[in-house]
């Protein structure tokens, strides 16, 4: 058997949850640029909209990925919270 066909024990890719505020209103089309983030619903108050984005992360790289890509939107954040961990199967 070579090597490469060895049972190694597959590694799980612990996952967080992270909900994300911001100032203004994305439409559903802006998901897929932002990396799937499921837009989740829309704040309106007197004088500003927020928009929900939910998304699971893998780590912080792909945190700061997720983050740069709201700042070449010039969107402001207005929270970022980490919800839970969970282990996805790769």
Known sequence: MADDEQNY????????????VVEGELHESWSDWLGNVDL????????SCHTILLSEIPDQAALRGLLNRIWDLNLEIISLNKYHQGAADE
Not at 40 to 47: E, P
Request: net charge positive.
């Open 9 to 20: 024990p597959k590694e799980s890719i612990t996952t967080s949850l992270y909900k994300i």
């Open 40 to 47: 989740q619903g829309r704040i309106h108050g007197l004088d």
